[in-house]
């Protein structure tokens, strides 16, 4: 168990390019979460797949973001003509379905993301 | 929608002595789960300690403890014997049942630990 890993965990880029961000969850983990962390406050829920399927999505996650899980492994989060109200901490967090209500989420490292 | 809200946005404690910090949630949910996120600085969120509603008994890590009152809707942790390793942002987290499960976290606690 290497925990939940995150690539690149720094990115800066100019606004209206495209970015790309990997999460690789714990092995056999069948959940894996998106939230975004701003300065000072606390993570808030993105999206949300359970195996390969995106399950839920918040309000938070405009058109110009997409998340995918092929084959319920890894996953990535794109975002499209990045703003700079984007620049934010991305964190990636998995958890395993244990059939009650006992389960708990693993945080990776998070992707800082400065859009200049 | 459920919230939750922590009330300090920094505490300070003197080494070896304890603190306490305080968490507040609105839920219509009467299952569900509390949690206690710690975030040092530049380092990734691990957990502290958890508790399920439906039980009475507050939960205990080592010196982690909470103060679990269901009827106020109030979450506090408290942390005997502070150190130094405990310096951080600390995050109170809910968790429904239902759906994606997923984490509704408050806006953080800034502790400082003075030697």
């Known amino acids: 168990d290497t925990g939940v890993s995150q690539n690149p965990r720094h990115k800066i880029t100019k606004r209206g390019q495209n970015v790309t961000f990997r999460c690789d969850p714990i092995?056999?983990?069948?959940?894996l979460y998106w939230y975004r962390q701003t300065l000072g406050q606390g993570p808030e829920f993105l999206t949300y797949f359970q195996n390969e399927a995106q399950l839920e999505k918040s309000r938070l996650l405009s058109d110009r973001f997409s998340a995918e899980r092929p084959k319920g492994s890894f996953s990535t989060l794109e975002i499209q003509r990045t703003e700079q109200g984007d620049s934010a901490m991305y964190l990636c967090?998995?958890?395993?379905?244990?059939?009650?209500?006992?389960?708990?989420?693993?945080f990776g490292p998070g992707t800082r993301l400065l859009v200049l | 929608a459920q919230t939750v809200t922590q009330s300090q946005p920094e505490m300070s404690v003197q080494e070896a002595e304890t603190v306490t910090l305080s968490c507040t949630y609105d839920t219509s949910e009467s299952d569900y789960y509390l949690f206690w996120y710690k975030q040092p600085p530049s380092r990734q969120m691990i957990l502290v300690i958890r508790q399920e509603a439906y039980k009475q008994q507050n939960a205990t890590e080592n010196r982690f403890s909470v103060n679990f009152q269901k009827a106020a809707k109030s979450f506090s942790l408290k942390i005997s014997d502070s150190q130094l390793g405990d310096a951080a942002m600390y995050f109170c987290?809910?968790?429904?049942?239902?759906?994606?499960?997923?984490?509704?976290f408050g806006q953080g606690t800034r502790l400082t630990i003075n030697p």
């Open positions: 987290a809910y968790r429904g049942i239902q759906g994606a499960q997923k984490l509704v």
């Open positions: 967090a998995s958890s395993v379905t244990t059939g009650g209500f006992g389960e708990t989420q693993y």
């Open positions: 092995s056999e983990h069948n959940r």
